[in-house]
């Protein structure tokens, strides 16, 4: 019988860790986890010290996926700038794409290190952006706009989803929130 490397135990640890998360939010405990996984919580423990190592492993994960899938827009010639723009800031990893990332908003109450790990990333996401900014102004197809403020704009919208359930009292799921705030941005800055 095959045992599990260490990066495999690991991916599927992180796998079924997103999967509860969708089912029970935050909520899922290591006993559900290890339970869903058929293996006890002890060699869970050998990968990950944790719950946090856990979430805060997965937010990583999640920012590498959206990375591989930045560069598949950025280097796509069929999608003009405005487009790869609205895809880009809107973009939540195709791996994610079933799980319920409303619940996110409690993070910063009950797990504020994970939380302040999550608003990290999302604030240094912006390479590519900037890139496609800089030259969508020097094409003609966006007009000047300060990189700074909107990455403010979207950074202060993106984090008022965390100050508040907004998104769970109005069943809005996240990835459709974010989507709509790249569409909102994005159309406020093509040149007509």
């Excluded at 990583?60 to 598949?72: G, S, Y």
């Excluded at 999608?79 to 990332?101: A, F, S």
């Excluded at 900037?130 to 202060?156: C, H």
Aim: net charge negative; hydrophobic share 40%.
């Amino acid at each position: 019988m095959k045992t599990d490397t260490t990066q495999d135990l690991r991916t599927r640890i992180l796998d079924e860790a997103a999967k509860q998360f969708d089912k029970k939010g935050i909520k899922f405990t290591m006993d559900d986890l290890a339970h869903a996984l058929g293996m006890s919580k002890k060699t869970i423990y050998t990968v990950f010290e944790d719950k946090r190592s856990i979430m805060t492993e997965t937010i990583d994960r999640f920012f590498d996926d959206a990375l591989i899938e930045e560069e598949m827009i950025l280097n796509d010639e069929s999608l003009g700038i405005p487009e790869q723009l609205r895809l880009i800031i809107g973009k939540v990893p195709d791996r994610y794409t079933q799980n319920d990332l409303t619940q996110l908003y409690v993070l910063k109450e009950k797990y504020p290190s994970v939380y302040r790990h999550w608003k990290f990333c999302r604030e240094n996401y912006w390479e590519g952006v900037a890139l496609l900014l800089e030259r969508g102004i020097r094409d003609g197809a966006i007009r000047p706009v300060s990189m700074p403020i909107l990455k403010t704009m979207f950074q202060a919208t993106v984090e008022q989803f965390f100050q508040k359930d907004v998104l769970v009292k109005n069943h809005i799921p996240y990835r459709e929130a974010l989507s709509q705030v790249a569409d909102i941005l994005v159309n406020g800055i093509i040149v007509k």
